[in-house]
């Protein structure tokens, strides 16, 4: 196991070939992502596809989702990361969790670490995180993080904030 970042009661490994239900069970939740932009993952084909097409390229610009797990009993709870977007130049933090772990300060908690990694190990400038509107608990986060309001944009059809910490 590859494991990237720890914090009090969590840590960050790299995803492998063999998660690829994990990414089904995830996504398998419309509240999980109803505010993602992404849909649910079919079946462990187009799941595999996601690790070797999009997540795994990310690992060698030391970044990328990693799964994140509880410390106290190795569960996997959801992922969080960074993520280059080649078309836009800039690094996403993102994350998601199943619905069961919401409201217990996880997000804040990974978030933060992974920030933390960006800016002072990778010595990265401007890294971005955009919610919709109406995920308030996202937008909590993004906004106890630090980052900085930038512009509004749409999320699919859902109108979106986009945040920058410099
Ligand atoms: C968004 C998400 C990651 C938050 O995870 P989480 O572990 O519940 O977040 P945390 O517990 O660390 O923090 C949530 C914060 O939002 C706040 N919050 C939650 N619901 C809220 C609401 N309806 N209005 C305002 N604030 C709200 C909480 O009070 C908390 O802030 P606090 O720590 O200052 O009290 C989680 O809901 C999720 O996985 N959603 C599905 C995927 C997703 O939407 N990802 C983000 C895409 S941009």
Known sequence: MIKTIETPRL???EFTIE???????????????RYTGDGPVKDLDEAK???????????????GRWAVHLKSNDEFIGWCGLKFIADD???DLGYR???NHW??????????AVLDYGVNTLKLKNIIARAAKDNPASIAVIQKLGFVYL???????????VYHYT
């Not at 409201?103 to 990974?110: I, L, Q, R, V």
């Open 11 to 13: 840590y960050l490994r």
């Open 19 to 33: 998660d690829a239900q994990l990414l089904i069970d995830l996504n398998s939740n419309p509240n999980v992502i």
């Open 49 to 63: 596809r996601i690790l070797n097409d999009i997540i795994f390229p990310q690992y060698k610009n030391k970044m």
């Open 89 to 91: 130049n800039e690094i």
């Open 97 to 99: 969790f199943f619905e």
């Open 103 to 112: 409201g217990k300060g996880y997000a804040s908690e990974s978030a933060k």
């Open 151 to 161: 512009k509004d944009e749409y999320c699919g059809h859902d109108p979106a904030e």
